[in-house]
């Protein structure tokens, strides 16, 4: 199975119809994860990982309004893709993950940086 998915901030994740229902679901890392799906269809909609906490909203991109608008930077854990999965030329692909410090631009670290602060915090 794959998704993509594009991290954002849960403040700027905005639900413009029925609140999502909460699923708390196990993990190959035994540390879970919880899935917020559309109470009416049931769909994914996004995930929060162990990692980054409620603070990180993993939106499945097939669900907004436009997906087209968001292409993948990077395709992870692809050490269990299919043989059918293929890449297009140049793509960005880790086997498992990678580090977000040699990959992501400045803007993106810059955010993950305030967003690690505000964690902290808490």
């Known amino acids: 199975m794959h998704a993509l998915n594009a991290m ?14 909460i699923v708390d679901t196990p993990s190959a890392s035994g540390k879970g994860q919880k899935i ?3 109470p009416r269809c ?8 162990p990692g980054s906490g409620p603070a990180v909203r993993f939106v499945r991109v097939g669900t907004l309004d ?24 140049g793509a960005k692909v880790f086997a ?20 690690r602060e505000r964690m902290n915090k808490t």
Do not use: G, M
Not at 72 to 78: L, Q
């Open 36 to 38: 917020a799906r559309c």
């Open 66 to 89: 436009d997906p087209s608008l968001c292409p993948p930077d990077v395709h992870i854990f692809t050490s269990s893709k299919q043989p059918w999965v293929t890449f297009p030329p």
């Open 42 to 49: 049931k769909v994914a909609v996004w995930s929060n990982y």
């Open 96 to 115: 498992e993950y990678y580090d977000r410090r040699d990959i992501w631009p400045e803007e993106a670290q810059e955010r993950w940086r305030a967003l």
């Open 8 to 21: 954002y901030e849960a403040e700027r994740v905005e639900h413009i119809a029925a609140e999502p229902k």
